[in-house]
């Protein structure tokens, strides 16, 4: 039997060990570790406050006071980009705490309990029917725009994979002995499912963590440059580049940097991902290598 | 399905706000929107309103748009033939850029040119398909003139006329999904490269074409198509943004307007098409891989 302790201490081992051993992670980290760093640090490396305008200092190039130039009403681009770390992260982080929350207690209910697996699975594949992305899109238009909003919208459009994939864990380890010997030992049902069962699923769910992270900051970006996510005057990367797609022409570097920005953070997941795959499945790291 | 109507119809029911009063504006007196509320049957209760909603979407009457007033099945198929376009075409540059260069990794394994292929999947697979969209009209459609980036010619004006419009948003939709695709391809590839089959071929002396094309790839198809039609079912999708980027007037971008516009009857038509879409692809895909390997039986 394994307890969430031990699973910690292992986990704590071999982390230790894939640091040393797999670059992967060790890039995948470092720049995740930057990425947040900045956003943590937001407002002590910004030079600028990134809602103050300027409109004598519009649509300026990169310089030395604004590295990355400054937008159409003259607010910091750096800043902005900064603080949209911010925010990106923390609409990440929360999708994908409350993607874990929803999805696991769906996916250990559905897993656990044979009769409420079919209604449960059936409602989670009809969501699955639907590209994610339109899901959210079309939740944040009955919800309004707001920071709450697209993280709500996001984690409901991600909640059926996290779901199914967990119930598909959940039903391999319930037919674990140690999980029939704690439930013949008479440990109450919600104790078997969150000790004995919850910490023996819980690979496949850090894995699928990282990708639902990633894919939370990329589809806020276009919920957002869509101009259906987050209010524009909230710097996000997505709200920068929506703003600056109508001077993309004259001001090329409004939408360069934020974009940027993007991709070195879903880079840096992904990575992590794989890593943690690699590290995690063992049978998957034959394959992989 | 029918969870997929459902929420279409929650969707416009769970909003705050009445439908009735918004439609009208501020202007209107509580008499008018409460004859418009017993014209729209908004008072009756609501299990009423949905399944006379789910009888009428059944019989092909989708309500008409708040905005324009036109019936939103013709406001759809209007607008389906560029998302059509869009779609196929992207899937056409993801594949043909995701199999050959996802074979070559596996056939060079661990050489450069893998690591180089890998890397080059990797960052593409984090870059946003709009940004490359945005900076590929910045570069190749302004900066070089090359080709058009917004905008469309339907199917009538002429193949290559039409098809100029599709490149760059094809490109931004599929370059992302190759990425997923040469590492699929990569990995289930390396998986049959060494089985015994693929070592007796060899020792037949069949070319080293034969032995790839045929007997490898063809033995690596279902775990390739899968993922092939995940991608086509996401580009479906994909194409709110895309439209959006390169202006073309398709279904995609009906939805967001109609997101902006709150135009409910339209997005929920917009919303049971691309389900519709997304069903029909994923069993297209589950009837190819009987094609593909006959022992898959049903």
Known sequence: ?289 | MLVVATFAFLLVHLVPGDPASMILGDMATVEDVERLREEMHLNAPLIVQYITWLGRVVRGNWGNSLYSQQPVLAMLAERAQPTLILSVSSLFVAVLLGIPTGVLAAVRRGTKIDAAILSVAMFGAAIPGFWLGLVMIMYIGVGLGWLPTSGYQPLSTGFFNTMQYFVLPAIALGFPHSALIIRVVRSTMLDVLNTDFVRTARAKGLSKFMVIGKHALRNSLIPILTVIGMSFATMVAGTVVTETVFSIPGMGRLVVTSVMRRDYPVLQGSILIVAAIYVIVNLVIDLLYVWVDPRVKY
Request: proline share 7%; with cysteine; glycine share 8%.
């Open chain 1, 1 to 289: 039997m394994t307890t969430l302790a031990d699973m910690l201490r292992e986990f704590r081992k071999s982390a230790a060990k894939a640091w040393r051993r797999n670059p992967i992670i060790r890039i995948g980290t470092i720049i995740f570790v930057v990425v947040l760093l900045v956003a943590v640090l937001a407002p002590y490396i910004s030079q600028h406050d990134p809602l103050k305008m300027n409109p004598l200092n519009r649509l300026k190039g990169p310089s030395r006071a604004n590295w990355f130039g400054t937008d159409e009403l003259g607010r910091d681009v750096f800043s902005r980009v900064v603080f949209g770390a911010r925010t990106s992260l923390q609409v990440g982080l929360s999708v994908v705490f409350l993607t874990i929350l929803m999805g696991a207690i769906i996916g250990l209910l559905a897993g656990f309990f044979k009769k409420l697996d079919g209604p449960i699975m059936r409602i989670m594949d009809g969501f699955l029917a639907m590209p994610s992305e339109l899901v959210a899109i079309s939740l944040m238009a009955s919800l309004g725009p707001s920071v709450n909003n697209v993280i709500l919208a996001l984690s409901i459009a991600h909640v059926p994979r996290m779901a199914r994939l967990l119930r598909s864990s959940v039903l391999v380890v319930r037919e674990m002995n140690y999980v029939e010997a704690a439930e013949a030992l008479g440990v109450p049902v919600p104790r078997v499912l969150l000790k004995h069962v919850l910490p023996n699923c819980l690979s496949p769910l850090i894995v699928q963590a990282t990708s639902t992270f990633a894919f939370a900051v990329l589809s806020e970006a276009s919920l957002s440059f869509l101009g259906v996510g987050l209010p524009p005057y909230v710097p996000s990367w997505g709200t920068i580049l929506s703003g600056g797609r109508q001077f993309m022409m004259q001001a090329p570097w409004i939408t360069m940097f934020p974009g940027m920005s993007i991709i070195l953070t879903v880079l840096s997941l992904n990575l992590l991902g794989d890593g943690l795959r690699d590290l995690l499945d063992p049978k998957l790291r034959k394959i992989a290598s």
